[in-house]
């Protein structure tokens, strides 16, 4: 394992743990709230969040550092996808939303902290923007700026 990917785990697990601790933290009146960006429970943001950390690896990460073709899939596609997870997740338990950050999160930490700095140095076009991005861009905007961006409005929508 890289330095690199050492302090990108360590950045991940933070931000996935600063979500876990906002849901065990999250009053239950707090939990059917609405977050405004995202126009979702607190409920349903928090198991997207969780639900969201395998996939981003699998089908994203994961092929771009190892210079694998990444699939082909439009922003439409994941608006819809997030839409329907919305609905169907919005009154999730906290336990289930837990288990979830929990679970992808070890899969997560456990795939950053194997990369080398060759894999994270390998880019690709990126199919839902077409700009080219380094793995390691995308684990630093994507895989950990996504719990960081969403915690956020948790967060808003709790207080």
Known sequence: MSERAQTLADQFEQANQAVIDAVEAAPDDAWSRTCQGEQCTVAA????VGSSHKPLVEYMARPLAEGAPLPSIS????????AENATTRAAVS????LAVLRENGA???AFLRGLSDDDLDRS???PMSGQAMTAGAFIEHV????PRQHLESMRQAME
């Open 107 to 109: 899969h997560v930490t």
């Open 75 to 82: 922003r439409d596609q994941v608006n819809a996808i997030n």
């Open 45 to 48: 943001l928090a198991y997207h």
């Open 94 to 97: 906290k336990e289930e939303a």
């Open 124 to 126: 690709a076009v990126l």
């Open 143 to 146: 895989i950990i700026g996504h």
